[in-house]
């Protein structure tokens, strides 16, 4: 195991994917027992509860002292409470934190922002297109603004048109 893999624990290394790499990893807050960890790699970021998290499925990922806080796409807000130990024994999350920015930053490939139902309106939707690591494929998510109706045809209408020119002008 490289450098960044030093300290890692076997029960996590073992489920890593072929070449997949540890690029940063950092204890959190535990309850007892093994000490848990962050764990990001250059698939996913590990989460304590031994979950893996695409870097794709992530969204506004956002620190405190205290917490790591991120969207997940399709489950929701997600907290992972970190370790708080005194000054003595702190641990500095910056690497960690440097790590999730840049790998979740790696995967969008298209983030536009178009006013709807105005060209002026503050209100509208975002089309994302991301490709996981290693892959050539990507995909296309709609994020809409608080308010706006999912089922309004028009609506509809208008992401379609957006989504077919983004991805002439794009290739993606």
């Not at 178009?114 to 503050?122: E, I, K, L, Q």
Request: hydrophobic share 40%; aromatic share 6%; no cysteine.
């Amino acid at each position: 195991m490289g450098l960044f893999g030093r300290g890692v624990p076997e029960s996590v290394r073992a489920r890593l994917e072929r070449g997949e790499r540890v690029l940063a990893h950092a204890p959190v807050r535990a309850a007892g027992g093994e000490q848990p960890l962050l764990v990001a790699t250059t698939r996913a970021l590990y989460l304590p509860d031994g979950r893996a998290v695409p870097w794709q499925d992530i969204d506004q990922a956002r620190w405190t002292p205290d917490t790591l806080t991120f969207d997940e796409e399709g489950e929701g807000r997600r907290t992972v409470r970190l370790r708080a130990e005194p000054a003595e024994d702190a641990v500095d999350y910056r690497r960690m934190a440097e790590t999730v920015a840049e790998r979740v930053t790696a995967t969008i490939l298209v983030n536009r922002f178009v006013p709807y139902p105005r060209g002026d309106s503050a209100t509208g939707f975002r089309l994302v297109a991301r490709r996981p690591p290693g892959s050539s494929e990507a995909r296309w998510r709609v994020h809409l603004s608080e308010g706006l109706d999912p089922k309004d045809q028009a609506l509809s209408d208008a992401v379609s048109r957006v989504l077919a020119v983004l991805r002439e002008q794009m290739g993606v």
